[in-house]
């Protein structure tokens, strides 16, 4: 069993800054790989960043520049620190851990909501 926890969304003005935080826990022996996605209604799920065990990063065009992520491997934690926030930033952010093998590859968090106001 995997636990995929997310915390740190909110509401914040244009121009402001958020950091989300995602914990895994649980059978995550073979974890390689944590993302950040978002959707809002009506439109498909999209890749925000990821991380792989390694380090190494990818990032949506939309945020390169504005959105950072990092992770603690450690602690299985991943976070995403995000500068300079738009309205279109708005959505509900879900982190991803990705298993390098195992019956289920992938387990998703509840999400949680950013709201960036004009």
């Known amino acids: 069993q995997v636990q995929v926890m997310e915390s740190g969304g909110g509401l914040v003005q244009a121009g402001g800054s958020l950091r989300l935080s995602c914990a895994a826990s649980?059978?995550?022996?073979?974890?390689?790989?944590m993302g950040w996605y978002r959707q809002v209604p009506g439109i498909q799920r999209e890749l925000v960043a990821s991380?792989?065990?390694?380090?190494?990063?990818n990032y949506a065009d939309s945020v390169k520049g504005r959105f950072t992520i990092s992770a603690d491997n450690a602690k299985n934690t991943m976070y995403l620190q995000m500068n300079g926030l738009k309205p279109e930033d708005t959505a509900v952010y879900y982190c991803?851990?990705?298993?390098?093998?195992?019956?289920?590859?992938?387990?998703w968090g509840q999400g949680t909501q950013v709201t960036v106001s004009s």
């Open positions: 649980g059978s995550i022996f073979s974890l390689n790989a």
């Open positions: 991803k851990v990705h298993m390098a093998w195992g019956n289920r590859r992938d387990y």
């Open positions: 991380i792989t065990r390694s380090g190494s990063t």
